[in-house]
């Protein structure tokens, strides 16, 4: 089927099952030993990137809408999936698809409410679909020219990430399962974007009190082997639905 | 007009200027002298009362849309109002709603995008409408039945604002131009529900370094008179857009 006909398509079946002017976005920021990378696709026809977004169907809940789409963009289930922003300026979806016909599905205004998740890259495998032609990890300090107001979407997303740090912990799923103390920093110091100070890391973290110390280090090494740790699943879960730090 | 024609009236304009399926719901919040309140609304027809809100215009930012609701409730102008979260469960917004005909407006489904701000409900006027009976300051500890998911959607609001008390500095506009620290925490023990220990309190917020510290205390009285503060306007504006706290 050529391009602009796979978009019609879409475009009619999306009228029937699917509400108007709103659409979703995820920004996926991916993390393995020590680099950090955001999920992008090209649709048909574009030169530039999108984040991975989709629209919400008549019958679904919001929530459960981001899901769907990210679990068809990366095959990914169960991943920790937040709501952080509703983009709605005037203009801000109506740029970048003037090569359609105006009475597309995708050329009407849009409110995009945004979402972001952060995986282990390497567990995940981006997926191709119909109206796109490629679905990519890129390097967050070598990111590609952006669709619409995307690249704003990713920033905004970002600083929210990177605030969340201080008051929900993360490292689950990303770090393997025993770790050490300056691994966990390293985790720390890719998503930051800076390097912390040692001493000071540590103490904050063994603080929150989320993990379990392990009697013995890593075998092998001719130099005293670092301890090791564990997130402690009943904490770690109570910070993440409580928060790390007590508030006032 | 009865009851019935005025919203007849007002789907049939909403239906030309507005998109349909989304709304905005504002948690209003208003201290004055140690008390906390919400505005709330009752629509015509209603028993149960609601939050402010309204619906976006074509032409319209969302941002821009959500200062009108506001200002037109309120008469409030340049408040402090932040977008907190988007509602779109399945059948949010379709209850109560059941005693006007199917094809208006207000039955369709509607994803809300909730708004908070925190104002002195002395210097407002709240405003009764064409569609409203009502619109009154509600404290918080003894709030009427509210209609949909409006109550969900207020309990949201105030933790996040709870929440961002810890990295945002609030008063400005809620306290006399020089005020005592603990006439500041009264305002925060208000609006956290909870007593803070004087010492700490006064200690954290010092720190932060964002007042004016005033050689004079207050005439009158017969005991030492307290130490007078009033907001660094510079450093309150920068703490608002950077935070409060460095992060990690």
């Known amino acids: 089927m050529d391009e602009m006909s796979v978009f019609e398509q879409r475009s009619k079946a999306f009228y029937q099952t699917h509400l108007p002017h709103i659409s979703i ?12 990378k955001v999920l992008l696709v090209k649709m048909k026809g574009q030169e530039k990137w999108a984040l991975p977004g989709g629209f919400l169907n008549k019958e679904q809940d919001l929530n459960e809408a981001a899901k769907t789409i990210l679990e068809e963009r990366t095959g990914a289930e169960k991943v920790f999936l937040e709501q952080f922003k509703t983009f709605g300026e005037l203009g801000r979806s109506e740029s970048d698809l003037g090569y ?5 599905w995708f050329r009407q205004r849009f409110l995009s409410i945004g ?6 890259y390497e567990k995940i495998m981006p997926v191709v679909d119909e109206i ?38 993360i490292g689950y799923n990303l770090l393997p399962e025993e770790f050490t103390m300056p ?17 000071n890391f540590q103490r904050k973290m063994l603080a929150y009190d989320i993990f379990i110390k392990h009697d013995k280090g890593r075998r092998g090494g001719a130099h005293r082997s670092p301890i090791l740790y564990s997130f402690d699943q009943d904490k770690y879960n109570h910070a993440l639905s409580r928060g790390l730090k007590e508030a006032w």
Chains 1, 2 share one sequence.
Not at 100 to 104: I, L, V, Y
Not at 138 to 163: G, S, T
């Open 25 to 36: 976005d995820c920004v996926v920021f991916g993390f393995h030993i020590n680099t950090l």
């Open 100 to 104: 359609m016909p105006e009475d597309f």
């Open 115 to 120: 979402y972001y998740a952060l995986v282990d």
């Open 132 to 169: 796109s032609i490629a679905c990519e990890w890129k390097d967050i300090n070598d990111l590609p020219e952006m669709m619409m107001d995307h690249r704003k979407i990713y920033e905004e997303a970002l600083a929210v990430m990177r605030f969340q740090l201080n008051f929900k912990p």
């Open 183 to 199: 691994e966990l920093q390293k985790l720390y110091e890719t998503i930051l974007g800076k390097t912390l100070s040692r001493g």
